[in-house]
Every structure is written in C-alpha cells, then in structure tokens.
C-alpha cells in the first residue's frame, strides 16, 4: 500500500499565493505518477495538476499559468510532490487530494485539505 499525506492548505484572499505539499510513502517502488486534484461542495472531483516520474505534465485550463506542480522529489523511503498556487481565486476554493498512481496497485488517495479564498 501506498500513504499519501497532504499539508499545506488554509486561508487565503483572492490574489494571494499557498503550497501545497504531499508526501507519499510506503510501496512506493512502482508509482508512475503524481497528482492533485479537487472538489468544490456540490461538484465532481476534477484533476489540478500531475506529473510523472519522467516529467511530464498537465494541467487543468482554469489554472494553467497559475498553478505549478513540482517534479517528484525520491529518497529511499518517500516521494514528494508540492503544488505552487498562485493568483488565487474563489472558484479555488475545495478540498484538495493528492493521487498516486502505480503500475501494479490501485490508485491512492490523500485525506485531502482545504482550500478556501476569500477575503
């Protein structure tokens, strides 16, 4: 299995900036990918931002130019993964999830953390 813990989530108003940072550990040898994604009250959870282990990324079109996800960071026993957000807005505001996803296990899932903007 693989632990997914996020950090990093608050307050913030409109135009401000926060990080958001997840670490994964546990079977972690196979994962290809990493991820945020997230859900505002009354909607379905969408994809943010990921990038794999090679690099690549993508990127939701309401934050693209706003939002940056890191590349993966390894040490023996963890990946970590941050997500920089910038120029805030309220439609912003959900429960952000960090994903991993593996080769050979189920996706995994983050305890997710609240985002909100507003002033």
């Known amino acids: 299995q693989v632990q997914l813990v996020e950090s990093g989530g608050g307050l913030v108003q409109p135009g401000g900036s926060l990080e958001l940072s997840c670490a994964a550990s546990g079977n972690i040898g196979n994962i290809y990918a990493m991820g945020w994604y997230r859900q505002a009250p009354d909607k379905q959870r969408e994809l943010v931002a990921a990038i794999t282990t090679g690099g690549s990324t993508k990127y939701a079109d309401s934050v693209k130019d706003r939002f940056t996800i890191s590349s993966i960071s390894r040490d023996n026993a963890k990946y970590t993964v941050h997500l920089h957000m910038n120029r805030l807005k309220p439609e912003d505001t959900a429960v952000y999830y960090c994903?991993?996803?593996?080769?050979?296990?189920?996706?995994?899932w983050g305890q997710g953390t609240q985002v909100t903007i507003s002033s």
């Open positions: 994903n991993a996803e593996d080769v050979i296990l189920d996706a995994s």
